[in-house]
Nanobody
Framework: VQLVESGGGLVRTGGSLGLSCVGS????????AGWFRQAPGKEREFVGA????????YYAESVKGRFTISRDNAKSTVYLQMNSLKPEDTAVYYC?????????????????WGQGTLVTVSS
């Protein structure tokens, strides 16, 4: 199974950016997915997660109301729409797949990881 993220880049404070994560083998047609991020010098942290059919979504407090996770199982793709971006959102963003239908909030709950995509928010 491979996960490939895309959509990272440079954006100004207050701007928006959308990330995509495509899973090979149709993994995202059955698996829960999560987004994590790691800022320079910091540990990887949970951003949000979505269960296999999109009925349950959970966000970290730091992004709630600004970020939106969605999925298209037919395309085996998970999305992260980021609005009202702040400099503290600067990080490498990773998508993750979980061999279960229910979502998880810890990185150890996930079995598959993408390579990461860099998001930089300038002040």
């Amino acid at each position: 199974v491979q996960l490939v993220e895309s959509g990272g880049g440079l954006v100004r404070t207050g701007g928006s950016l959308g990330l995509s994560c495509v899973g090979s083998g149709g993994i995202f047609s059955i698996a829960a997915a999560g987004w994590f991020r790691q800022a320079p010098g910091k540990e990887r942290e949970f951003v949000g997660a979505i269960d296999w059919n999109g009925r349950s979504i959970y966000y970290a407090e730091s992004v709630k109301g600004r970020f939106t996770i969605s999925r298209d199982n037919a395309k085996s793709t998970v999305y992260l729409q980021m609005n009202s971006l702040k400099p503290e959102d600067t990080a490498v963003y990773y998508c993750a797949g979980r061999r279960a239908s229910n979502l998880g909030v810890e990185s150890k709950a996930y079995n598959y990881w993408g390579q990461g995509t860099l998001v930089t928010v300038s002040s």
